[in-house]
Structure formats: structure tokens, C-alpha cells
């Protein structure tokens, strides 16, 4: 499998996609997040697998998400997420809130190809007040209990950033294995890496646990530093000062657009010079 | 004799009193959570034998199987403890982490439940942690429930609330009533300030003591190896509260 350029595996996701994003905490492609709001993508229908994170906040302000499903979206230690919390105010995006395990079960179901899961706690919570999805169940093996049926969920596109890939297209994401259920889960993955090495992960014992395996994945692109602001295993930390700078602009319409002619469609041109 | 101390060091050697108070095999902490971070690790000092786990540790991380181990792992009943806060926290100890007004939170949306809906009820315990202590997070009701305090039969619940800890005083959570009682205040409230402060009815039963103040040997101990052990982690909250700097 041959790398692609991320503007064209941008081109590839379809306006309305339902599309599945880890947290700032495991492997975001930011990159790729960018390469979409270059692109235009429109009702984009975010899943943050848990919780979501700059990559959301920074496509909800581009206008890119019709609606996300996730159990919280934050900007970590810089504090709410500036877009997603204006957007929501305004009513131009729907946010259905799930809870941790609940996304986590749901993409669990889809890797194992069964119609439900079910998963203990929320009953009594308003979530599921408000989640007609999620039906309350007797456990089969025991009348005197409720349980809560969680359906299996597709997402349409994984999007994450691995450590690397290698020759034949496996992908390196270490202990992030949630990245490896999203892949599993989707009906593709589009993948960017910081880069390509020659030879076979899956060959070496030491790195075969932490790589996801070619069959899962769609299309790979190289971006180097591609998940920058979010840290990439023990390779580069996290960037507090780029997330808070960005929260400090992104409390307006206007500080966004402006971070986002900066940090999106210049740093790509002078890139691309 | 009092010593000088910091608010947040009272609240740390408060919350490894409650650590200690359960016999406790493993905890798990969040990212947010300096103190009960501090509270942990004043606890495993202080030589009770505990296993830690961070979410958040970059280097060393406990978890090899993605976020969803450590929901697994509660589901088993290994996590003994956890913590938790609330936008609102309310007299039957029911989580607001969604927000005010309508749902999903019209009037003040907060970042969300994350894992609350969940670990409430399957962690053995959880301590609720809020340093403000006023009567917008304290309220009578909360808007929306992202965890409830209590679960009717028929429903699985292994643990709920042990106590809730906030800048002002501890209460302590009555599962069988659903209430909380007032434990101790901190130097300087009373239960009269206490009650002004709280938008729940809560029960007082008998001489309310004062929170003890931390100790030398405890402020020792917070200040050494617990701040080394949270440097790497929580750099600022070292920084502002033990005035620690990482070396350039």
C-alpha cells in the first residue's frame, strides 16, 4: 500500500459522513482535521470515541459538523471547548451525549458484527432518558435485573494519526488501541503518520501488539508532527500553549476565523511552497 | 499550634483520611483531579498499599488496551475507588456534568458526563470532590442528572458516594436515606456559614469537630515525595501550590 496525500484523502470523505475521532489523549489526526475544513466538508457527523477534543472544536467552528456524538468534548486544562459551546448555543449543530463505556460498547458490538451489547450503570440517568436508541432489558439469565441494550454503531470513516506505518500499510499506534476498535468499527480508516518505515510490523515481535493490521485500513497519508497539538506517544508531548492560545482566540466568531486563516489555510500554503 | 498550610493541602490530607478510613487495593484518577491526585499518593506515603492508576500518566501509562480497560476494569469491581465532581451536585448526591436549564444544558452547557453514567454505580466507592462550595454547584436539585446518587431495585449498583469533600467542609453520603450529613467544617466555617453557603437540606447530628488541620509530618510528606510523584503529571498545580518548578 502506497501513501496518498492527505488533501485528496480529504476529497475522499463524502459531505455527511459519520466520522469517528479519538480524544486529544490518543492519537487525533488534527492534520487531517485540517485538511477537511481546506477542503469544505459540510454536515459532517462527529463520534468522539470517548469524549472529543480540539480536532472537533476546530471543524465545528469551520462550519464543518452537523451533529456529534460523544460523553464530553473539552479542551483539557485550557478549559471548555470555545466553538463547540457557541454552536451549540446557537443551535447550528445537535450534540447527542452518550458515556464513556456506552461508545466504547457500541463500537465493540460493530467489531464483533453483533446487533447489541449490553452494558451496566446509566439506568437513572437523563442520558438515557434522552437516548431512544438505548432500550432497558431484563438480563436473560436473571429476572430480577435491568440492563441497558447499547446498538452496535458503524462509523462510517475512522480518523486517527499512528506513529508510523510500514511497507505493507500496517499501522503503528502502541498501547491507543482504541484506534484499533474505531478501525475495526468503520467501514473505512483513513490514517496519517509521521511517517513510512521499510518492512513488515506484524514480523517484529515487540511492535506487532501495537499495530493495527492493513486489512483495516483505507488509505494512510504521510503528516509529519499530524496530531500537534496533541502529543504522539513518547515521540512529541503535548503543545499547552498552542490549545490555549487557540482557546483565547476561538471565544469569537472572528478570533476563529482568524486562527483559522493562520493555523489552517497559510501554514499549509507556506508548506506547500 | 497551627502551622501554615494551603487550602488545597487541607483538602488532600482530608480526602487520604477517607482513602485510608475503606481498605482500598486500587484507584483510579482522572486528569483533572490534582488533589485527589495528591490525596493518593499522600495515602501510599503514608504506607497504606495501594495501587494507583492515572488516566492521564503519559510515560508508564496502566493501560495497554486502550480507554476502555479501565471501564472493564470497574465492571470486574477491580477499582476499589474513584472520584468525582459535579456543575451541580445536589441533597441525594445526584452528578450534574451535562448543564443547566433544558437538555442538553441551554442555559450553561458543561463539557459532558464522561464516564460518570457509568462509574458511579460499578467503582467498590467514589469520593466527590468540589473545592467550590456554593449554593450554584450545591443545589436542592441538579438540572440534569448525568449520575444519580441512588439506584431503585432491580438496577446493579455495587458502590455509591463515601463523602463529598468541598472547600468548606465533609459530608457524609447515607445511601439507605439518600442524604448527606455534616461531618466536620474547615478552620474558620461553622455550620451556620455552612448552610448559608449549601442549596440542599443536609442532617446535622451532634457537635460538628473542625476538619483537622494537616499535620507536620503530613505537610512534610505532601511537600516531598508526593509532590516528585506528581511533577511529571501536574506540573502546574506543583508549581502553584507546593511552589515547585520543573528544572529548565
Redesign the interface.
Known amino acids: 500500500m502506497n501513501p496518498t496525500d492527505i488533501e485528496s484523502m480529504a476529497a475522499s470523505v463524502p459531505d455527511g459522513a459519520l466520522i469517528a475521532l479519538p480524544p486529544d489523549?490518543?492519537l487525533p489526526s488534527v492534520a487531517l482535521a485540517k485538511a477537511l475544513i481546506r477542503k469544505g466538508a459540510r454536515n459532517l457527523r462527529l463520534l468522539g470515541v470517548?469524549?472529543s477534543g480540539f480536532a472537533t472544536d476546530i471543524l465545528i467552528g469551520a462550519g464543518c459538523v452537523a451533529s456529534v456524538q460523544?460523553?464530553?468534548?473539552?479542551l483539557?486544562?485550557a478549559g471548555?471547548?470555545p466553538r463547540f459551546?457557541a454552536a451549540?448555543?446557537a443551535g447550528t449543530i445537535t450534540?447527542t451525549?452518550?458515556?464513556?463505556?456506552?461508545i466504547?460498547t457500541m463500537l465493540?458490538a460493530a467489531e464483533k458484527g453483533v446487533p447489541f451489547m449490553p452494558?451496566?450503570?446509566?439506568?437513572?440517568?437523563?442520558?438515557?432518558a434522552?437516548r431512544p436508541d438505548w432500550k432497558v432489558i431484563e438480563n436473560p439469565f436473571d429476572a430480577?435485573?435491568?440492563?441497558v441494550a447499547l446498538p452496535a454503531l458503524h462509523p462510517d470513516i475512522a480518523v486517527f494519526h499512528g506513529a508510523m506505518a510500514d511497507s505493507h500499510g500496517n499501522i503503528y499506534v502502541g498501547?491507543?488501541?482504541?484506534?484499533?476498535?474505531i478501525a475495526h468499527a468503520s467501514k473505512r480508516a483513513l490514517v496519517t503518520v509521521e511517517r513510512v518505515v521499510e518492512g513488515n510490523f506484524l514480523e517484529d515481535e515487540k511492535l506487532a501488539s501495537g499495530t493495527i493490521n492493513a486489512t483495516y485500513i483505507s488509505a494512510f497519508a504521510i503528516a509529519e508532527r499530524g496530531a500537534r497539538p496533541a502529543?504522539l506517544l513518547?515521540q512529541y508531548?503535548f503543545d499547552a500553549a498552542y490549545v490555549s492560545t487557540y482557546a483565547r482566540a476561538a471565544k469569537t466568531d472572528g478570533g476563529f476565523a482568524d486562527w483559522c486563516a493562520e493555523h489552517v489555510f497559510e501554514a499549509r500554503a507556506e508548506a506547500a511552497e | 499550634m497551627s502551622t501554615d498550610y494551603r487550602p488545597e493541602e487541607l483538602l488532600a490530607v482530608t480526602l487520604a483520611k477517607l482513602i485510608r478510613a475503606v481498605p482500598t487495593h486500587h484507584i483510579a484518577v482522572g486528569?483533572?483531579s490534582p488533589v485527589p491526585a495528591a490525596a493518593c499518593w499522600l495515602a501510599v506515603k503514608q504506607g497504606a498499599p495501594v495501587r494507583l492508576s492515572l488516566l492521564?500518566k503519559?510515560?508508564g501509562?496502566p493501560?495497554?488496551?486502550?480507554?476502555?480497560e479501565l471501564?472493564d476494569l470497574t465492571?470486574q469491581g477491580r477499582i476499589d475507588l474513584f472520584f468525582l465532581g459535579g456543575g451541580e451536585i445536589d441533597g441525594q448526591a445526584n452528578l450534574n456534568?451535562?448543564g443547566t436549564g433544558a437538555?442538553?444544558?441551554r442555559e450553561v452547557?458543561f463539557?459532558?458526563?464522561?464516564?460518570?453514567?457509568?462509574?458511579?454505580?460499578?467503582s467498590g466507592r467514589t469520593i466527590l470532590f468540589r473545592e467550590e462550595h456554593s449554593p450554584r454547584v450545591l443545589v436542592e436539585k441538579v438540572a440534569?442528572?448525568?449520575?444519580?446518587g441512588i439506584?431503585?431495585p432491580?438496577?446493579?449498583r455495587r458502590g455509591h458516594a463515601q463523602a463529598l469533600v468541598t472547600g468548606r467542609c465533609v459530608f457524609t453520603f447515607h445511601p439507605d436515606r439518600g442524604r448527606f450529613s455534616l461531618t466536620s467544617v474547615h478552620e474558620g466555617e461553622t455550620v451556620e456559614s455552612v448552610r448559608a453557603m449549601t442549596g440542599f437540606d443536609f442532617d446535622v447530628e451532634g457537635e460538628v469537630p473542625q476538619t483537622p488541620a494537616p499535620t507536620a509530618e503530613e505537610l512534610a510528606l505532601l511537600r516531598g515525595s508526593v509532590c516528585d510523584e506528581m511533577m511529571e503529571t501536574y506540573p502546574?498545580f506543583c508549581a502553584r501550590v507546593f511552589n515547585r518548578k520543573l528544572a529548565a
Open positions: 489523549n490518543s470517548p469524549v460523544t460523553s464530553a468534548v473539552s483539557g486544562e471548555f471547548a459551546t451549540l448555543k450534540i451525549d452518550a458515556t464513556c463505556p456506552a466504547h465493540q452494558l451496566r450503570g446509566i439506568i437513572g440517568s437523563d442520558i438515557l434522552n430480577n435485573e435491568k440492563i498501547r491507543r488501541r482504541e484506534c484499533g476498535t502529543a513518547d508531548g | 486528569a483533572a492521564h503519559r510515560s501509562n493501560f495497554t488496551e486502550g480507554t476502555r471501564f465492571g456534568l451535562i437538555w442538553p444544558g452547557r463539557p459532558g458526563s464522561f464516564g460518570s453514567a457509568f462509574m458511579y454505580f460499578m440534569n442528572i448525568s449520575a444519580p439506584s431503585e432491580g438496577v446493579y502546574e
